[in-house]
């Protein structure tokens, strides 16, 4: 089949899909239906069998066939562990055990006399914070609640204090959705990708947003305060939620356990189990506690609830991208672009470069941070194999370039609220992020050629 035509479907299948997202459809439906017809095609123009020796017979069902599979595969792995990472978050924040590490993480911020390197500071203590509370959305709030006011409290203009928080994107750690994905088609324990690995990367950019972030809200500031933009305003400081101290410790423990456990060779938990642990710890501190024994039950609720929530939302995505990542590996587009560019100077860099920018933009477009790299990290360990390079150099970049295309996006619900709460436009908001977030994208891709190539 010509390689051209190959290549020139995938780009037209991507721009299709893009435009689709941008359109408001459902992600999840064009997804689904752009997957099964990418499929079917690349199985009529290759000859590639969609299930293998595991035919159902015929094309059409084997397409259905895909999807079961993916059901099963993704329900009983990720999306499960995604669950259940998801239910603890929701309750901590229900018994108000985050709120109350998000208060005493953000107090000493208050102490700093340079209302400039407070930033700095909030920055560091939010990206520490996001190992514990991965959700990039459910951090925002927290923070908004606790930091937000003292922000304004010490001078910092609403865009500023909204726009660094808007920083505290990147997804990483071993609690967090993302890197197990990424570890899922690495095929390596999520503590290795994230010690041996991201966490190289991950501090990179934290280190140069952390120097950078005084130097440029100062100048933006200034330039702000000549044109008589956004000036301060006035916001009520959140008191210190009424639950003892150490429930500050309660939202680490999931990734405490997982932490130790990697470090002990007779044992072998895994997040979902270091999770469930978590939960029945917090249970039993919540009834030797609280005085209404009989309303600690209906906890469980908040948890199952949000357990179907992030089904809805995310791993339901995870499932309908894996099947537009079929059909886009089928095709073999980008794998025969990988294949003629192989033997250029720096053609793994380019093609690094090529695969985080379309995550990137698909963040931006889709405003997730998920979405992208389910939909395209599964090529990977193909174009590596070609390039002759460790995968975790093409997905890593693709991972952290997800997240911060997410933070660039208006229509990103971190973003949203974030923009709502400093009393400006999402647009307003992402215009005063973006020169770091493009700069944190290049500390990405340069970071993770040279620590993982």
Not at 344 to 358: E, S
Not at 382 to 395: D, M, N, R, S, Y
């Amino acid at each position: 089949m010509n390689s051209v035509l190959l290549i020139s479907l995938t780009v037209i299948f991507s721009v299709i899909v893009a435009k689709l997202i941008l359109k408001k459809y459902n992600a999840i439906f064009v997804f689904f239906t752009s997957g099964i017809v990418i499929m079917l095609i690349a199985n009529a123009l290759t000859g590639t069998p969609i299930l293998g020796k595991a035919t159902l017979g015929s094309p059409l069902l084997d397409v259905f066939g895909f999807l079961t599979k993916s059901f099963k595969s993704n329900l009983s792995g990720i999306g499960m562990i995604i669950m259940s990472v998801t239910g603890y978050a929701a309750y901590m924040k229900h018994i108000q055990a985050s709120t109350k590490l998000a208060y005493l993480a953000s107090n000493p911020l208050s102490k700093i006399k340079n209302k400039y390197l407070v930033l700095s500071g909030l920055y560091i203590v939010g990206m520490a914070l996001k190992l514990v509370i991965t959700s990039q959305a459910g951090l925002s709030v927290l923070l908004l609640a606790t930091v937000f006011p003292v922000m304004m409290a010490i001078g910092i203009t609403p865009i500023t204090a909204a726009s660094v928080l808007s920083l505290i994107c990147i997804d990483y750690g071993p609690n967090d959705g993302s890197t197990i994905f990424m570890s899922g088609v690495l095929k390596m324990n999520v503590v290795d990708v994230f010690l041996k690995h991201q966490i190289y990367v991950a501090g990179s950019i934290i280190l140069v947003l952390a120097i950078v972030i005084p130097l440029y809200y100062k100048y933006m500031d200034a330039r702000d305060l000549t044109r008589g933009e956004y000036q301060s305003q006035e916001l009520t400081v959140l008191e210190n939620p009424a639950v003892p101290g150490y429930y500050a410790l309660l939202p680490i423990i999931p990734l405490a356990i997982v932490f130790v456990d990697y470090f002990i060779p007779s044992t072998k938990v895994d997040v979902i189990t270091a999770n469930i642990m978590g939960m029945f710890i917090t249970f039993v501190i919540e009834f030797c506690r609280r005085s209404d024994k009989n309303e600690i039950p209906k906890d469980m609720l908040v948890i199952l609830r949000a357990m179907a929530d992030i089904f809805v939302s995310v791993v339901s995505i995870i499932i309908s991208a894996s099947c537009f990542a079929q059909g886009i590996k089928m095709l073999g587009g980008i794998s025969i672009f990988a294949h003629y560019i192989a033997g250029m100077d720096g053609a793994v860099f380019i093609i690094m470069l090529v695969l985080a920018l379309l995550t990137f933009l698909f963040g931006i477009i889709m405003g997730s941070g998920a979405a992208p790299l389910f939909a395209f990290g599964p090529l990977t360990p193909e174009i590596a194999a070609k390039l002759g390079v460790p995968t975790v150099t093409l997905i890593l970049p693709m991972e952290i370039a997800s997240a911060l295309g997410r933070a660039t996006s208006p229509v990103c619900g971190a973003i949203i609220a974030e923009a709502g709460f400093a009393g400006i436009e999402p647009i307003q908001l992402v215009k005063r992020s973006a020169p770091l977030l493009v700069l944190a994208f290049v500390i990405n891709c340069v970071a993770s050629y040279i620590f993982n190539i």
